[in-house]
């Protein structure tokens, strides 16, 4: 199957400053990804779709400027979580789908963020 | 709006006895359905799709679906459970080809030896 790879796997900043996450669809294109969040033993929650060379588009209840999402080529999307707070300690997800394919979102292995 | 039900929390089964993780779910049009496997800290790993078709879907790791119009339900199903099944089961639904989906609470499998 395709592979999705997500950059850190763990990550644990200081509040106020911002982290970055990276999402890499390693053996296909993806002009679309996704970003999700999941509290403990809860669901994933979708946040926005990255869209390559436009705007994301959020889901309700999501601040973009809190969450910045740029997906600039066909195979990276980045999530940065700007001025991060404690509440925004979570683990984050994301997925792609190949192109022109009804088939199953590959999704990446997850970051846990941690702010202290 | 497109939703997706797990009515249980958690599901105990005996190692070698079958086992069933129910989904129900709510679309309009058709929907695309989804199971997912989570082991803790870890992405998700895909079990099985039904897009079209036959609605007995048989997946990976022995794990099969079957898809019930009426019903509006895709049950996870195994014959004969293993204690490394045991993890987070997510059901999930799309009614497009982009990848977007829609995820039910998740259920916790414990599977007993």
């Known amino acids: 199957g395709a592979v999705v790879s997500q950059h850190p796997s763990r990550v644990i900043c200081k509040s106020g400053t911002s982290v970055k996450i990276e999402c890499r669809s390693l053996d296909f294109q993806a002009t679309t990804m996704f970003w999700y969040r999941q509290f403990p033993k809860q669901s994933l929650m979708l946040m926005a779709t990255?869209?390559?060379?436009?705007?994301?588009?959020?889901e309700q209840g999501v601040e973009k400027d809190k969450f910045l999402i740029n997906h600039a080529s066909l195979t990276l999307s980045t999530l940065t979580v700007t001025s991060a707070h404690p509440e925004d300690s979570s683990f984050y997800i994301c997925?792609?789908?190949?192109?022109?394919?009804?088939?199953?979102?590959?999704f990446g292995q997850g970051t846990r963020l941690t702010v202290v | 709006a497109q939703s997706v039900a797990q009515p249980e929390d958690q599901v105990n089964v005996a190692e070698g006895n079958p086992l069933t993780v129910k989904c129900t779910y709510s679309v309009s049009g058709n929907p695309y359905l989804f199971w997912y496997v989570q082991y803790p800290n870890r992405g998700l790993q895909f079990l099985l799709k039904?897009?079209?078709?036959?609605?007995l879907v048989k997946g990976s790791y022995g794990f099969e679906a079957e898809f019930n119009k009426s019903q509006t339900s895709f049950h996870l199903k195994k014959p004969s459970a293993l204690v490394s099944d045991s993890a987070l089961y997510f059901c999930?639904?799309?009614?497009?080809?982009?990848?977007?989906?829609?995820f039910g609470q998740g259920t916790t499998l414990q599977v007993k030896p």
């Open positions: 999930a639904v799309s009614t497009s080809n982009t990848g977007k989906l829609i």
């Open positions: 990255s869209n390559e060379g436009s705007k994301a588009t959020y």
């Open positions: 997925s792609a789908g190949r192109d022109g394919r009804n088939t199953e979102a590959f």
């Open positions: 039904y897009i079209t078709g036959d609605n």
